[in-house]
T-cell receptor, first 113, second 113 residues
Framework: NAGVTQTPKFQVLKTGQSMTLQCAQDMNHEYMSWYRQDPGMGLRLIHYSVGAGITDQGEVPNGYNVSRSTTEDFPLRLLSAAPSQTSVYFC????????????FGEGSRLTVL | GENVEQHPSTLSVQEGDSAVIKCTYSDSASNYFPWYKQELGKRPQLIIDIRSNVGEKKDQRIAVTLNKTAKHFSLHITETQPEDSAVYFCAASDAGGADGLTFGKGTHLIIQP
């Protein structure tokens, strides 16, 4: 049982480039989310989804897009990368809308030059 | 939206002593309060959580207390051990976590031998 899988683990981009961070879970969880982690800032919610076809914005959604076409996958797209998006990104899932434990992926470290 | 304040940002204790980390929240509708532990370079993992209908919860050496009137909750670790060294995050949510947790900025706990 792989849990939550994120790819890539490391990525370097130039300003203005676009890319997609992939996230997949094999636990049949309804709820998935993306957080970014910056030094001294904790974890901040970017976008979340409570089921296939349903997404919503979190605290810091600007510059990011998401979609949820299947229960398993929740990709995060950076439309035009900026240095301010240099961060560690975590995908997380939980069983259902009533929450409980969030299961995190291993993280993706993104550097924008 | 919810705002979670966490103190202290760094806590150094002698091995075997107790450690206490405190958090306050702003939204009186919040009813779910988890604590996550993140070891260096790893993903956050849930260590304990509490819901608003409970004032205290204990799991071996760790305990969480909640004061809804004062809007604060605390993590207590007794008989600290070297493996307790990590960053600890508190969080709050009004939907069991499913609409996204708001995290504190984290406490770096250092266990001195």
């Amino acid at each position: 049982n792989a849990g939550v899988t994120q790819t890539p683990k490391f990525q370097v981009l130039k300003t203005g480039q676009s890319m997609t961070l992939q996230c997949a879970q094999d636990m049949n969880h309804e709820y998935m989310s993306w957080y970014r982690q910056d030094p001294g800032m904790g974890l901040r919610l970017i976008h979340y989804s409570v089921g296939a076809g349903i997404t919503d914005q979190g605290e810091v959604p600007n510059g990011y897009n998401v979609s949820r076409s299947t229960t398993e996958d929740f990709p995060l797209r950076l439309l035009s990368a900026a240095p301010s998006q240099t961060s560690v990104y975590f995908c997380a899932s939980s069983q259902n809308r009533l929450g409980g434990e969030l299961f995190f992926g291993e993280g993706s470290r993104l550097t924008v030059l | 939206g919810e705002n979670v304040e966490q103190h202290p940002s760094t806590l150094s204790v002698q091995e075997g002593d107790s450690a206490v980390i405190k958090c306050t929240y702003s939204d009186s509708a919040s009813n779910y309060f988890p604590w996550y532990k993140q070891e260096l370079g790893k993903r956050p993992q849930l260590i304990i959580d509490i819901r608003s209908n409970v004032g205290e919860k204990k799991d071996q050496r760790i305990a969480v207390t909640l004061n809804k009137t004062a809007k604060h909750f605390s993590l207590h670790i007794t008989e600290t051990q070297p493996e307790d060294s990590a960053v600890y995050f508190c969080a709050a949510s009004d939907a069991g976590g499913a609409d996204g947790l708001t995290f504190g900025k984290g406490t770096h706990l250092i266990i001195q031998p």
